[in-house]
T-cell receptor, first 111, second 114 residues
Framework: QKEVEQDPGPLSVPEGAIVSLNCTYSNSAFQYFMWYRQYSRKGPELLMY????GNKEDGRFTAQVDKSSKYISLFIRDSQPSDSATYLCAMNRGSNYKLTFGKGTLLTVNP | DVKVTQSSRYLVKRTGEKVFLECVQD?????MFWYRQDPGLGLRLIYF???????EKGDIPEGYSVSREKKERFSLILESASTNQTSMYLC?????????????FGNGTRLTVT
């Protein structure tokens, strides 16, 4: 079983839709959870992070972590064409450990 | 803003050539990383460096080496390029600190080995 599983999609939604992106993981030692966004022909950039179970909101984006189920989600409300990108989940055990990435989900928001 | 600059956007090399991929960051970050990104396989860590002249193997170091003579520069070397090293290569830097301290990526070098 891979440490981090992420459905690669692709996912295509109409503008204004609520988008749900998910990852599961197998290593219970993971404590810190991040979402990176990667636009076409660009490097990934950090979108959000959290280090506890529960929700964290930033504008139209909500990151959710359920450690008991080893499941993390990113919700995008009122999705916009500018949200079209690949979204990668990432997690680690602490600051001295390397980041483990999911494979990424390609999202297209159609106007 | 942190800037991570990769010297080439596209590179075409022949099998057996020695290839150098260069990366420079301007934020005095101690940590630097080389990843490759392939469809269906995601981001995979090749090598990383915690500080000058230090290096650690990542998940897929075979066929690669690295050099870090100066803090701002981290080079990836393909000793003898092979077709299975055709990929997108991404360099990143990070300041040591909290576990959620972000990786700052360059825009990648797309290497084709023919």
């Amino acid at each position: 079983q891979k440490e981090v599983e992420q459905d690669p999609g692709p996912l295509s939604v109409p503008e204004g839709a609520i988008v749900s992106l998910n990852c599961t993981y197998s290593n219970s030692a993971f404590q810190y959870f991040m979402w990176y966004r990667q636009y076409s022909r660009k490097g990934p950039e950090l979108l959000m992070y959290t280090y506890s179970s529960g929700n964290k909101e930033d504008g139209r984006f909500t990151a959710q972590v359920d450690k008991s189920s080893k499941y993390i989600s990113l919700f995008i409300r009122d999705s916009q064409p500018s949200d079209s990108a690949t979204y990668l989940c990432a997690m680690n055990r602490g600051s001295n450990y390397k980041l483990t990435f999911g494979k990424g989900t390609l999202l297209t928001v159609n106007p | 803003d942190v800037k991570v600059t990769q010297s080439s956007r596209y590179l075409v090399k022949r099998t057996g050539e020695k290839v150098f991929l260069e990366c420079v960051q301007d934020m005095d970050h101690e940590n630097m990383f080389w990843y490759r990104q392939d469809p269906g396989l995601g981001l995979r860590l090749i090598y990383f460096s915690y500080d000058v002249k230090m290096k650690e193997k990542g998940d897929i170091p075979e066929g690669y080496s690295v050099s870090r003579e100066k803090k701002e520069r981290f080079s990836l070397i393909l000793e003898s390029a092979s077709t299975n090293q055709t990929s997108m290569y991404l360099c990143a830097s990070r300041s040591p600190g909290p576990a959620v301290s972000p990786l700052h990526f360059g825009n990648g070098t797309r290497l084709t080995v023919t």
